[in-house]
């Protein structure tokens, strides 16, 4: 059974930046696609990047790109979000997942079958 860890959430103001790390155990982190989803009070779970299993291609949700980069160290089995220009409307806990190799839709909540706890983010205007 795969586990995963977030870690690197915090208190930040408007415009730093923060890095956040996903660290699975259990299997081979490498076999599949991994990603970052977060959720705020009130709102659904969001996509927020996603990494690829096979060639390392990144996708990224609207409110995010250019500001976001995901990213993934296959021998360590990790995978990291570098967030930049933070904005209040960022805050929300993120969760990383991994998807299993017969899901196909990269950007629903609903295609990752294993979730960290996740880790608080606040960003303070």
């Known amino acids: 059974q795969v586990q995963l860890v977030e870690s690197g959430g915090g208190l930040v103001q408007t415009g730093d930046s923060l890095r956040l790390s996903c660290a699975a155990s259990g299997r081979t982190f490498r076999l599949y696609t991994g990603g970052w989803f977060r959720q705020a009070p009130g709102k659904e779970r969001e996509f927020v990047a996603a990494v690829t299993r096979n060639d390392g291609s990144t996708y990224y949700g609207d409110s995010v790109k250019g500001r976001f980069a995901i990213s993934r160290d296959n021998a360590q089995n990790t995978m990291h979000l570098q967030m930049s220009s933070l904005k209040p409307e960022d805050t929300a806990v993120y969760y990383c997942?991994?998807?299993?190799?017969?899901?196909?839709?990269?950007?629903?909540?609903?295609?990752?079958?294993?979730w960290g706890q996740g880790t608080q983010v606040t960003v303070s205007s």
């Open positions: 997942a991994v998807m299993p190799m017969w899901s196909v839709n990269i950007y629903s909540a609903r295609s990752y079958d294993t």
